[in-house]
């Protein structure tokens, strides 16, 4: 890269803390020490997702795929087939226009007016960590419970919507704040989105992606113990450069870059 800062930045990490190359590897699991975050980068060093897949096939052959955005699926549509002892998903029953209380536009409990989506094969939930479980408790999970607040339930499966690992077992702390003085690394770097604005979004889109701009948010991670008694790391620390409009729903203000700290609890 064109940038000599950056070679320099990573090597003072690296002799900072003892180096971990791959921060989800098994060997990993009770490392203390300095890792770069690990990001899916293509070899024209663009961060790629599973977004990209997506759109990427819907582009290939649009025929076979549709994305339905401002939709909430409120229902997973159940059968008994004759030959099978479980029951067996047909389909989705969805709201258009609808989302969940963190969607911007969402004005508070309403009554939705539903359609349903049947499918040919199978139906994959696939909604994150909190509404999957949301949907699936509409009929599995733990019977006494479900019974107990008026679900019939259908498969007594315990298990679902347990294991949360967030909120109060993995607490998360972030700290924003503007440096008095900026690292030449990001110096014209205003991480927007528009490149007429943002100088480093600009060269990134000129020089082949050879910036800054090519890695992901966070720029490293640091796990260590807060207690060296502890047989695990507790905390982790990861640092990333970014312009955070704050906590805002609906608008973003205009804000000056700034540097943000997060703690993160295991």
Known sequence: MEDLNIPLFFASLILS???????????????????????????????????????????????????????LATKVLLCQDANVTQPRAYGVEIAEGAGLPVQAGFEGKQTLQTKQVLVKREVIVSAGVFQTPQLLTAFLGDSNQLTSMGIDPVVNLPGVGLNLQGLLHHDEIATTWTLKSNFSLFNGCTFGSDPSTDPCLQYWLESNHQNLYSFGSAIFHAPYKTDDSLSDPDMMHYWLPANFPGFVRGAFPPFLPTMHMANRRF
């Not at 803390?17 to 699991?29: F, G, T």
């Open 17 to 71: 803390a003892p180096i971990i190359l791959d921060i989800n590897s098994r060997p990993a699991i009770d490392a203390v020490g300095v890792s770069l975050a690990s990001n899916t980068i293509s070899s024209d060093n663009v961060r790629s997702s599973v977004r990209d897949r997506i759109i990427g096939v819907r582009s290939a052959v649009p025929q076979r795929l549709t994305l339905q955005l401002d939709t």
